[in-house]
């Protein structure tokens, strides 16, 4: 089991959207079982390609994912994982 | 038929004002805060939408079946997995550009343009697109096109003869125009006779820069546009372009070009400053309208500022209906007119900047 936590922007759009434990092998499997409760969210984290969003940030524990084209960074039980967006915009 | 609303799409929402009593007033203001790429009003359906261009999270599109009082987010246009704008390039939907109905005569049918080039079909109003291979794979896409103010190439106009729903037109920065008789099976280039100076060859067959394409509803194949090198109008349906510029008035470099409804001779365009600065011209607004197919140009500024602007518009932000014509600029000024652009009346010097308007 992985712990997900969400950056508030998102909430605009799921307002459901909690701190929720997955059980989940890895990242793309977290993404889609989220997808399942909150219909079309991975849409919005990733593209239709599965890469993820460039002004959107995965962290596992304190640390940036590496592999933002195809989601294999390592996930194991007690991570804790943060779906943020980058400071950008204007 | 009059408008009653006008749908201002801009940097931080989509924007509605209301005619009411002779008077154009500000209603409100939907998706607050986030870009909307183009708002279009569907007069086959009555349906509204908004395709969003979020920055963190993607392209979205939402559709109102009740003038905006309620939205519901559909999904979103998507190229089929393992698409490649260029080889090693995953094609991903990264702007909507243009959003049009498939005909009166085709309720619920939609086409899409966007950048990265991607033209997309929905038969279901929206419940689901689908990429129009035929354009996608057509053989000069990933020889010829490129990207112009974007990474990437983008489909910006999508005309539908009023006569004829499986004649279209779509005009692609940069490429030019391509034309289908057959409902998107197949395409044909029609650029013959635009002239293109940042090409090696200007009179290259694709590789051409149309702003913005129009046609006159009345009689379609009237065809004008607003290119990257001068005005442009076409009497056969695109089979040659003949240039209607004149520098002396500055009718040659801008973005968006508006076509009378009912007239093939009246046109309206907004000149700007030159492709290097693409500010307004001598730090004032104005708008250029030719009554006789281009041959002349009048230039009006009654109303409009003449000091100290440096606004231009895009692309999709002129507009009109019967008498009545309106532009948005990029410093988030909108202007009406009513006597067919001969005076202008300011309807707020403080919106964002402005990407879409449209009459409904």
């Known amino acids: ?90 | 038929m009059s408008a009653t609303h006008l749908l201002v799409g801009t940097r931080k929402g989509l924007a509605i004002y209301h005619k009411k009593n002779d008077q154009w007033n500000y209603e409100t203001m939907h998706f607050s805060g986030i870009p909307v790429s183009i708002a279009y009003a569907d007069p086959a359906t009555h349906f509204w939408w908004a395709c969003l261009d979020h920055g963190h999270w993607g392209v979205k599109l939402h559709r109102s079946n009740n003038q905006g009082k309620t939205w519901e987010e559909v999904a979103a246009p998507a190229f089929p997995e393992g698409s490649e704008i260029k080889e090693g390039l995953p094609a991903t939907t990264q702007y909507i550009w243009s959003l049009q109905n498939g005909g009166l005569d085709r309720p619920g049918h939609l086409w899409l343009g966007t950048v990265p080039g991607g033209l997309f079909k929905s038969e279901d109003n929206g419940d689901s697109f689908h990429l129009v291979e035929s354009l996608w794979e057509e053989p000069t896409r990933t020889t010829d096109w490129f990207g112009a103010g974007m990474d990437h190439p983008g489909i910006h106009s999508i005309l539908i003869d009023p006569r004829n729903s499986d004649h279209i037109f779509v005009g692609i920065s940069c490429a030019g125009t391509y034309e289908s008789v057959d409902n998107g099976k197949s395409w044909t280039i029609r650029n013959k006779g635009l002239y293109a100076s940042f090409l090696p060859d200007p009179y290259a067959e694709v590789g051409h820069d149309p702003h913005l394409l129009r046609f006159c509803e009345a009689k379609p194949e009237v065809l004008w546009q607003q290119n990257h090198c001068g005005v442009y109008r076409s009497e056969d349906s695109g089979l040659n372009w003949k240039e209607v510029s004149d520098k002396t008035k500055n009718v040659y470099f801008g973005f968006p070009i508006e076509v009378s409804k009912t007239d093939p001779l009246k046109a309206w365009i907004f000149p700007s400053k030159s492709d290097e600065e693409r500010t307004a011209i001598n730090g004032g607004l104005s708008v250029c309208r030719t009554d006789d197919g281009g041959q002349t140009w009048n230039v009006f500024r009654k109303g409009l500022p003449q000091e100290a602007c440096f606004d231009i518009i895009y692309r999709h932000c002129l507009v009109a209906n019967e008498q009545t014509v309106a532009f948005g600029t990029t410093c988030g000024n909108l202007f009406i007119s009513e006597d067919e652009g001969a005076s202008w009346t300011c309807l707020n010097n403080y919106l964002p900047l402005i990407y879409s308007l449209q009459f409904v």
């Open chain 1, 1 to 90: 089991m992985v712990t997900v936590k969400f950056t508030q922007a998102l909430k605009r759009f799921y307002p459901l959207l909690k701190e929720q434990t997955v059980e989940a092998t890895s990242l793309l499997d977290v993404i889609q079982k989220l997808n399942i409760q909150y219909v079309g969210i991975q849409a919005y984290i990733l593209d239709e390609q599965n890469q993820l969003r460039k002004h959107v940030n995965i962290f596992i524990n304190n640390n940036l994912i590496e592999d933002r084209k195809t989601l294999t960074d390592r996930i194991k039980s007690g991570d804790e994982i943060y779906f943020m967006q980058a400071l950008s915009g204007g």
